[in-house]
């Protein structure tokens, strides 16, 4: 069982708002990321981190901005919400170049 | 994911094998790797092969291996109704998993 916990599971939001995807995972994992995974399935890559203070962009643009200032966490923050942003967000976190370990998503919907 | 393809779609009957496939492109990948995601939940490794092996075998699963024409697939023997789903392959190239379309698994009882 992977410890890594995503919250909010469900975010329905308005636009313009200020929000936060929380990421944290208790495997003292260095490595962390965010996948955007879209209706039709596939997963990209928006962010990822190799250690405290080190955060990338990934091989989707993405408005949103990531910050790693803890090894265990990796919040995701929209500074203001667009019903374009709505998708559903994957944290994932892995040893090195081993295999990556998920959380459950948090299923973002901005009105 | 558009260096790794998949088909999209599979359905089977209960009982049947099930066979998925995908192709990836990055030679030097080490290990490749199969996901499982089910309704409304993050992605669950089902299984990896190193690159040096040809076939490796988990109970139901088996993972098949040409390297010669990267080509990587996904046996289910005895699918069950439990296995529908959606499955995903990926290979980590330079900084994360890149994944593939994945394929949805329809089970018909």
């Known amino acids: 069982e992977a410890d890594i916990y995503q919250t909010p599971r469900y975010l329905v939001i308005g636009t313009g708002k200020k929000i936060t995807l929380e990421c944290s995972q208790t495997m003292g994992h260095d490595k962390m990321y965010w996948y955007q995974q879209d209706p039709g399935m596939e997963l990209h890559l928006i962010h990822y981190s190799y250690g405290v203070n080190s955060t990338e962009k990934g091989d989707l643009s993405s408005e949103s901005t990531v910050s790693r200032i803890r090894t265990e966490h990796f919040p995701l923050t929209l500074e203001s919400a667009r019903p374009s942003h709505t998708s559903q967000y994957l944290c994932a976190s892995s040893e090195g170049s081993s295999e990556a370990f998920f959380g459950q998503g948090t299923r973002l919907t901005v009105v | 994911g558009e260096d790794v393809e998949q088909s999209l779609f599979l359905s089977v009957r209960e009982g049947d094998s099930s066979v998925i496939n995908c192709t990836y492109t990055?030679?030097?990948?080490?290990?490749l790797y199969w996901y499982k995601q089910e309704p409304g939940a993050g992605l669950q490794l089902l299984t990896y092969?190193?690159?040096?092996?040809d076939m490796k075998q988990d109970q139901r699963l088996t993972v098949l291996l040409n390297k010669k024409d990267k080509h990587l697939s996904l046996r289910i023997a005895d699918t069950q109704t439990g296995d529908s789903a959606i499955y995903f392959c990926a290979e980590y190239r330079r900084r994360a998993l890149t994944f593939g379309s994945g394929t949805r698994l329809q089970v018909q009882p």
């Open positions: 092969i190193f690159s040096n092996m």
């Open positions: 990055d030679s030097s990948s080490t290990y």
